[in-house]
């Protein structure tokens, strides 16, 4: 059965670049800020899945929208950034389901596609709460707001899901730009428990710095973990970030290129595309 499945973000505040989705760190509130989803098509290709849930769409319409600005430096202690491992190749794996989504066919505050949902009054621990009306489609691209001017806990932020929550293996690209407010974190991953998930993170305290993760599957399971430092501002311009995830493998991708590759803390269960 085919079903829709696409890659988007999470906004949120955030201080570790390992970011678990339910045992986040926090840092500061962060002024308005918004993830902006490429207009051009995202392509998400799935194994088969036997059933598909369909959930009722949220609409929601907003005026706020951050424009991003060039940064520089930033870092955080104990991270020392790598170079890309480069190349192109990818593994020769046909997978049985495809699905491109195009924002910009959409119309200001239209309803997300039929598969996606955006979270609401969705508590993460104490410290983070997503709804609904901070997930917004405007100018042809899919928006994720982080409201400003917070001050305590829980702080607000985004977070768009898939609505099938089995989903096994796939290759899921996103174009997109990244918010340069300080004090956010914009994640785009694979969730099933915090032993069992797949990261591509960008913070605003390290501009230069992509951070690609396999959380670690047990307490004692060796660290997969690798900040790449790229050669462009991150912040301004789209961009396509990619995740492939195989039988005993991920593999991570920046713009077509190679970033690095995971053979361990590889998940071995179906979730939840964020």
């Given at each position: ?209 992509i951070h690609y993760t396999n959380q670690k599957a047990s307490d004692d399971a060796k660290e997969t973990y690798a900040p790449i430092k790229q050669t462009v501002d991150l912040t301004a311009d789209f961009h396509d970030y990619r995740i492939d995830w195989i039988d005993g493998q991920t593999t991570f991708y920046f713009d077509g290129i190679l970033q690095n590759t995971f053979t ?11």
């Open positions: 059965m085919k079903f829709v499945a696409i890659l988007v973000f999470v906004a949120s505040v955030c201080a570790s670049p390992t970011h678990h989705r339910r045992r986040n760190g926090m840092n500061a509130a962060a002024p308005v800020t918004s993830t902006v989803v490429d207009p051009t098509p995202t392509s998400t290709v799935v194994e088969p899945i036997p059933t598909s849930t369909d959930v009722e769409q949220t609409t929601t319409t907003t005026s706020v929208k951050h424009t991003p600005t060039a940064t520089s430096g930033g870092s955080i202690p104990g991270i020392t950034p790598v170079a890309p491992v480069g190349g192109t190749s990818a593994p020769d794996v046909t997978f049985a389901n495809n699905l491109e989504i195009d924002f910009t066919t959409m119309a200001d505050g239209a309803s997300l596609p039929k598969g996606l949902e955006a979270s609401d009054d969705e508590h993460i621990g104490t410290q983070q709460l997503y709804m609904a009306n901070n997930v917004f489609i405007k100018s042809g691209a899919l928006q994720l707001q982080v409201p400003g001017g917070q001050t305590e806990m829980p702080y607000l932020g985004a977070e768009v899901t898939t609505t099938v929550s089995n989903i096994k293996h796939a290759s899921v690209t996103t174009r997109a730009k990244f918010s340069a407010v300080a004090g956010t974190c914009h994640g785009l991953f694979f969730y099933q428990s915090d032993n069992a998930e797949i990261d591509i993170e960008y913070l605003t305290g390290m501009p230069e710095v361990g803390n590889v998940p071995t269960v179906g979730g939840t595309w964020i």
